[in-house]
Each structure stands twice: as structure tokens, then as C-alpha cells.
């Protein structure tokens, strides 16, 4: 069995190295497959959601290889539009495939995927999407299986900017012939990091980072060589930003687009934490020392959904009653209820979480329900006093590369244990 052991209460000091984001790596990844072509992912995380989709793409008959240099992936010889069950629903994103698919061979059969229980996760958006440009889909209890053989380019209106539902019509859109416009798209970094990505692929995307995206068709490349560098990782940044705001200290990373993490960062300095960024450079101090908050959490530029439960840890060690909401995940607070039976005072009304904060707080023997909860449990327990104990070590793992080797460089007392 895996398990973190964490001896909390030690203060956070020196230089951090933020990987580039998972969420932008999985849909750059599912991107390759409308293409035939060498990628190089530079840096990408060798994390198990980055595998899985890496693993998708070699079942469907193209190659992967993590090289010193990052992910290496080749697309030649994609001949399947029908990857296996087992892989796919080992990841949500695994559904991010279904517009590259279509894109190349105009059919695909996807399962329906799988990823964290953070709550209801439907994939409606997607097949309206897919149906305004004319494809055919049809949903059994573990498939979609989609006909685009009358798929036109055109207007897509998406009745939620959701991210999957984005990135599967923008790959559906660049190898359609003509002009295709879809309105209410997420306007998530990772959107943007796919977009510019698909423009050095020989894709024509404009109004990149904004809730209307025109793309115009492009015959789709043969024998691509492309070299890319995945954006930073907004979520882990943020990760190390609070764990620092609970146990007191100082760290600095660098970060290229300051913008992307600028909720997080106005957040925490509203707690008390002080932030400063010069030169690429974010720097973080805090004295322990944390006021309560109010927040919700919403689709980008708003506070990230995935920083909520690590929120939430925070909250237990504030000064005050904060209130916490999710508008993108109304029911994903199972980490709350958590908190709860380790003695923090929060408890969940709606769609929001009360949590009343003290600065001591007890150590905890616990499960990561899902990944960002996971991370949760990881702060929680560096602020707490005394011993903890994390299971789910697999489940943190999908999305963090090296996070106990990183927090120990800090000088967090945590250690990996399987027995
Ligand atoms: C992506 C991120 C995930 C993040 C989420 C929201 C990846 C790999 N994952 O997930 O970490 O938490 O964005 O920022 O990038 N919805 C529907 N119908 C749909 C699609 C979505 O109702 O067809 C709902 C979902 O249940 C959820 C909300 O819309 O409540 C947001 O989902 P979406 O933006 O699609 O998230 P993902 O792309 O799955």
C-alpha cells in the first residue's frame, strides 16, 4: 500500500520548478491525432493522466517515447478511430480525442471516459457541438459512435464554455474545408496553449483566448515536425502557493504567464500572504498568519474549480469563517466533509463550503477522494501539528510530477511509503 507520511508544521523555503500543466499536455496530445507527424512535448510531466493519453494515441497505432527532452510522439501510422475501454476510461480527457478522430478519418467510436469522482460529468456539450457541425452521434451505455461524413464547417455555439467540449470542436473545425466560428468557448490557458499549438501544426485559428474562435479549414499536414513547450502549470503553481500560505516561509518559482495564475495570487494576498513577481519570477511569503476568504469558483479568468479543495485547506488554518462556492463543479466538496471528520469546523451548504479556520489544526490518516482533493489533504497536513497520513497516492500522482520530492527540497518533512 502507498501512503504519504507527513510531519506537518514545517515552514516552506527556496526555489520550486513548476512542470508544464497536465491539462494543457492531455489535449495537445489528443490534437496529434488529426495529424500525421513527430511532436515533441518539451518537459511534459511523466504523470499517469500524461501516459494514458500517450497510451491512446500507440492504441490507435501511432508511438510514444519520454525522451530527456520531454514526450516524444509519433502519428504516422494512426490507422484506428476506435481506441480500447480499458485505456480511455481510465481518464476523462480521453474523450478529447473524438474531434481529432473525426478530423482524420470523418468516424470514430470513443468510449466514455472515465477520471476523478468529482461529480456529474456528461459529455452533452460535446455531441451538441459535434451535431451543429453536422455529425451524427450515437450514445450507447459505454460508447459514442460518431459519423461525420456530412460534417460541414460552420457555427457552433457551445451551451456551455466547456474545456473538453472547446478542444473537440476546435480539432473537429481545423481540417474542415471553410470557415468555422464557435462562440461561448472556455477561454482557459490550456485553450490558448492548444490553439497556438494547432497554428504551429499549419492550423488558421484567430481570436485565441476569447470566447469566439474563427478557424479556417486547412488540408491537414503530412510529415509534421513540431517542438513545443506546454504552458506552465497553473494548478500546481497554486498548489505550492498555498501549501507555503499554511505552514509560513518563503518560495519563489518561475512562471512565464503570471496572468494565468492571477486569481490564485490575488486570493492568497487577500489572506495575508504576500506575492511579488519580477523577472519570470513569482515569490511567495507568508508569516502563517491567514485571514478568512470569500470565493467562488468559476470558468477562467475567475478562480480555477481545480484549486478549490486546496482552497479549502487553506481555509481550515484562516482567521474567520470563509465561504467557499463551485460553479463549475456544484457538488465537488466530498473534500469538505473530510475536513470535517478530522475536526475542522466546515461544513457544505449547496453549492458552497463554510469552513471556520484556526491556526492549529490536527494531523489526519486519510483517502485523496480525486486529484485536487488529494492536494488538498497534502496541504492540510504539512499545516497541521503532528503526524499525518495520506492514501491515494496513486490518485495525487496523476497530476503532480514529483510533488514529494519538490515539497522536500522546500524543506516539508514527507515522505513516499509503500509497504
Ligand atoms: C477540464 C479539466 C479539469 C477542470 C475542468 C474545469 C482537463 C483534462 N480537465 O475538464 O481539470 O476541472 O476543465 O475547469 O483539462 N459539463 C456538462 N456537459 C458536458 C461537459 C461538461 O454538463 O458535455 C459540465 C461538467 O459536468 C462540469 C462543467 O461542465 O460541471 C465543466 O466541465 P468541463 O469544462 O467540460 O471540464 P473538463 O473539460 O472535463
Given amino acids: 500500500m502507498e501512503k504519504y507520511l507527513i510531519i506537518g508544521g514545517k515552514k516552506l523555503f527556496g526555489e520550486v520548478k513548476i512542470s508544464p500543466a497536465k491539462n494543457a499536455c492531455l489535449p495537445l496530445i489528443a490534437s ?3 495529424f500525421s507527424g513527430e511532436f515533441l512535448l518539451q518537459n511534459a510531466p511523466k504523470i499517469s493522466d500524461v501516459i494514458i493519453m500517450a497510451k491512446i494515441v500507440e492504441n490507435l497505432g501511432g508511438s510514444f517515447i519520454f525522451t530527456d527532452k520531454g514526450l516524444l510522439l509519433k502519428t504516422f501510422n494512426i490507422n ?25 478519418f470523418k468516424r470514430a467510436i470513443v468510449p466514455l471516459p472515465g477520471g476523478c469522482n468529482i461529480g456529474i460529468r456528461p459529455v452533452d456539450v460535446h455531441i451538441d457541438a459535434f451535431n451543429q457541425l453536422g455529425v451524427d452521434c450515437i450514445m450507447d451505455k459505454d460508447y459514442v459512435k460518431f459519423d461525420a461524413n456530412k460534417m460541414k464547417s460552420g457555427m457552433v455555439s457551445l451551451k456551455y464554455p466547456s474545456v473538453g467540449a472547446t ?15 464557435i462562440s461561448n468557448c472556455a477561454k482557459e490557458p490550456e485553450i490558448v496553449d492548444l490553439c497556438n499549438f494547432l497554428n504551429l501544426c499549419g492550423a488558421k485559428i484567430s481570436g485565441i483566448g476569447t470566447s469566439l474562435i474563427k478557424i479556417e479549414g486547412i ?14 502549470d497553473r494548478i500546481e503553481a497554486g498548489t505550492f502557493i498555498f501549501a507555503t500560505a499554511v505552514t509560513g516561509g518563503e518560495i519563489a518559482f518561475k512562471y512565464d504567464n503570471v496572468c494565468n495564475i492571477c486569481s490564485a495570487i ?54 474567520g469563517e470563509s465561504v467557499i462556492e463551485d460553479r463549475v463543479f456544484k457538488d465537488r466538496f466530498a473534500f469538505v466533509k473530510q475536513l470535517n471528520d478530522f ?41 497541521a501539528q503532528g503526524e499525518s497520513q495520506i492514501f491515494g497516492v496513486d490518485i495525487i500522482r496523476r497530476g503532480y510530477e514529483n510533488l514529494e520530492q519538490k515539497l522536500r527540497l522546500l524543506g516539508a518533512d514527507i515522505q513516499y511509503i509503500l509497504s
Fill in 266 to 319: 490575488k486570493t492568497i494576498e487577500k489572506m495575508g500572504v504576500q506575492t511579488r513577481y519580477e523577472k519570470n519570477t513569482l515569490y511567495v511569503k507568508s508569516k502563517g498568519e491567514l485571514d478568512a476568504t470569500q470565493q467562488v469558483a468559476d470558468v477562467f479568468p475567475a478562480f480555477p474549480t481545480d484549486l478549490q479543495s486546496p482552497l479549502c485547506s487553506v481555509c481550515a488554518y484562516a482567521n
Fill in 32 to 34: 496529434t491525432i488529426m
Fill in 80 to 104: 484506428s478511430y476506435s481506441p480500447s475501454k480499458e485505456i480511455c476510461c481510465k481518464a476523462r480527457a480521453s474523450f478529447f480525442i473524438a474531434g481529432a478522430l473525426l478530423s482524420r
Fill in 219 to 232: 488540408a491537414l499536414n503530412k510529415s509534421l515536425k513540431i517542438v513545443h513547450r506546454p504552458i506552465d
Fill in 343 to 383: 475536526g475542522v469546523n466546515a461544513r457544505v451548504l449547496g453549492s458552497q463550503a463554510v469552513i471556520k479556520g484556526s491556526k492549529i489544526n490536527n494531523p489526519c490518516t486519510e483517502k485523496a477522494l480525486d486529484l485536487r482533493a488529494g492536494a488538498g489533504l497534502v496541504i492540510y497536513a504539512l499545516g
Fill in 167 to 181: 478542444v473537440n470542436a476546435i480539432c473537429a473545425c481545423v481540417g474542415l474545408m471553410g470557415e468555422s466560428l
